[in-house]
């Protein structure tokens, strides 16, 4: 370093000139601000940076403008001379002093900035007043990214209630940011209950005091439970499915469901059971009934169809059938339990009726098979929706669907048509009823954008795809889209949140959340164990979980071939099905049945508003068995 630049290496003393720039232009939604910069001006030397606040004095009102740019008119920098620099700003709102002395606020601007008014650095009053949230029930969830003394603000209310999404890439912070939100809500929302679709089950450890965790160990959904398109995802493995076979699953379904109930009443004599309407039973009324009487019903027309063209497909009706029971990855559907009515009991433990303090689910849905995800992620959208709309609100609901790209896909003949109904119909009328939606995604541009849309809360993380935040900068009304241009280069845990939920677009911090409590903590623990070399690994148990996630169709064939011959008209020899081992006892499935048992009984001794709520899920339960699909 030569001796003559030593002068100009000294540090400046940090004063603030709050007269450094004047207007020359504006248009009505931008300004330009001309000001200077070099070693002879006071002001601090992040003065003029983008991303940062500023006002333009005008009379008694300050209009408050977002840097989105900073140049040289005469594009030449001189080393040690004052610079002239050209200063872009988007106006987002005005300041104004009211006759006691307090600051309000207002996106609109009642006054423009005329030629050659004051523009300066941002009082800190002013900043704290733009954020400053005039809505009710506001927490804190972290704080500007500007200044980090003041506050990011949110109205819990209106993030509920008109949904929110969560979007940023991978790794910038997006599950833990779910987290530290979901925590504020359940602190102001304790009525509320929360249903988490996981399909990494990650938040598992998030919540070890508020949630309990139902993974493919401690997984019951009876398939019974299931409408006919849903079962059908599952009957035909995510394949195409072949419309005769499932008008024959149309068809059979009630008649099963009628025997089953033919025979059950005939050995009991149940109130419920005498409430229900048999003969209105449809393919999707949620009622119990056998897969043994479906594929007898199977064997009988086959048996009236000799010779006919139709029995081919019912007899590889019969063999889709018999593979999905016989396959173990779809136990959850065909344990025993499954052939009583255990309705009451499944609603009750996924939707928290009663909470029991734990009034967060996490649904783990890496364990299930593939090709059923989306069967079970339609049929837990569909009961949150339809258990708010029978309890006339008592019973509220926010569902989080983790990766929604997933399960509503922009392509609208892409997804499974039933989930993305079920999902688009808590979006669009779910907040009339109760029950309200989450949407996370590291991909909005593969997100339908009507179920965007319908998200007036939006915290926009690091996206660095240029598609993602031009679907960003679309959903970003009025002032601040310059915000969007800074979505590729923010921190981790840092966003822009804008919509009903905060008062202005605001960029922000989320607060830091404790080790313990972060989603995937108990999968980082392993991770951490195996390097620090915990070298303990049982390859037997490994292969074990393998061999039961990717047990296939093997166990009877190639369905691709089947399918061939049945639709080249002939009818193929079907292999003899090897009998199954019966299954060991699931000592975790039977705790969980035993802990349900004992919840019950201790509910009967609980006062008269839990044994209220109790009625109030058998009512729920005629509901639905008596409405019409």
């Known amino acids: 370093m030569s001796s003559e630049a030593l002068p100009s290496q000294q540090p400046r003393p940090f004063l603030r000139n709050r007269t450094d720039g004047h207007v020359i232009e504006c248009n009505g939604e931008k300004a330009i601000i001309h000001a200077k910069s070099g ?23 300050r209009v408050v403008g977002l840097v989105y740019k900073v140049d040289l008119p005469n594009a030449h920098w001189e080393q040690g001379e004052d610079q002239s620099i050209h200063v872009h700003v988007e106006l987002v709102g005005q300041v104004d002093t009211l006759g006691d002395g307090t600051l309000r606020f207002s996106s609109g601007i009642a006054t423009y900035p005329y030629m050659g008014a004051v523009a300066h650095r941002i009082r800190s009053d002013d900043l704290a007043a733009i954020y400053k949230a005039t809505l009710k029930n506001t927490v804190s969830v972290g704080h500007l990214s500007q200044n980090a003394d003041i506050p990011a603000l949110i109205s819990i209310d209106s993030l509920v209630s008109r949904h929110f999404a969560v979007l940023g890439s991978t790794g910038v912070g997006k599950s833990s940011a779910v987290s530290l939100l979901l925590r504020k809500i359940i602190g102001q929302r304790p009525d509320l209950r929360v249903l988490i679709l996981d399909p990494h089950n990650e938040f598992s450890s998030a919540f070890p005091e508020h949630a309990i965790s139902i993974d493919y160990t401690t997984f019951d959904l009876p398939y019974w439970l299931f409408r006919l398109d849903e079962f059908a ?114 609603i009750g433990h996924i939707f928290r009726i009663p909470k029991n303090d734990r009034p967060i689910c996490v649904f783990q849905l890496a364990g299930l098979p593939s090709e059923v995800v989306n069967s079970v992620a339609s049929v837990l959208c569909r009961l949150a929706f339809d258990l708010a709309l029978s309890s006339d609100g008592r019973i ?27 999902v688009a119909r808590i979006a669009k009328e779910g907040r009339k009823y109760g029950v309200y939606l989450a949407v996370i995604t590291q991909r909005p541009g593969e997100l339908d954008p009507t179920i965007l849309s319908q998200c007036s809360t939006v915290f926009a993380m690091r996206l660095g795809n240029e598609r993602d935040q031009e679907i960003i900068r679309g959903a970003i009304t009025g002032a601040s889209q310059s915000t969007i241009g800074f979505l590729s280069s923010i921190a981790n845990r840092e966003a822009i949140a804008f919509g009903e939920a905060v008062p202005t677009p605001m960029r922000m911090m989320f607060e830091t959340i404790a080790p313990e409590q972060l989603p995937a903590a108990h999968m ?88 209220s709520e109790r009625f109030r899920a058998s009512d729920l339960i005629r509901t639905f068995r008596t409405d019409k699909p």
């Not at 070693?39 to 009102?61: K, M, N």
């Open 39 to 61: 070693p002879s001006v006071t002001a601090s030397d992040d003065y003029w940076t983008v991303g940062q606040l500023i006002s333009i004095q005008v009379a008694q009102s």
């Open 396 to 422: 509220q609901t926010l569902v989080v669907c983790e990766e929604a790209h997933r399960y509503i896909p922009a392509d609208p003949n892409g997804g499974f048509w039933p989930t993305r109904q079920a």
């Open 233 to 346: 995802e599952a009957v035909f493995r995510g394949r195409p499915s072949v419309a005769a076979e499932v008008d024959i699953l149309r068809d059979l379904i009630p008649l099963a469901k009628e025997r089953f109930a033919s025979a059950e009443g005939a050995s009991s004599a149940s109130l419920l059971k005498k409430d229900r309407d048999y003969s209105s039973m449809t393919a999707d009324t949620p009622s119990t009934y056998r897969i043994a009487d479906l594929i007898k019903l199977i064997d009988e027309r086959i048996g009236q169809l000799d010779g006919k063209p139709d029995r081919p497909t019912l007899k590889a009706l019969k063999q889709r059938l018999q593979a999905l029971v016989a396959d173990p990855r779809y136990r959850f559907m065909f344990s025993a339990p499954t052939t009583m009515d255990t309705m009451r009991q499944t």
């Open 524 to 611: 980082a623990r392993t991770q951490q164990s195996s390097r620090l070399g915990d070298a303990h690994v049982s390859l037997d148990m490994i292969l074990t979980r393998m061999r039961q996630l990717n047990a296939a169709e093997n166990n009877l064939g190639d369905e691709d071939g089947f399918d061939d011959l049945v639709a080249q008209g002939s009818p193929p020899s079907y292999p003899a099905l090897r009998p199954q081992p019966p299954l060991p006892p699931d000592p975790v499935r039977a705790q969980w049945r035993t802990l349900d048992a004992a919840m019950r009984n201790d509910e009967a001794s609980k006062p008269q508003q839990e044994s």
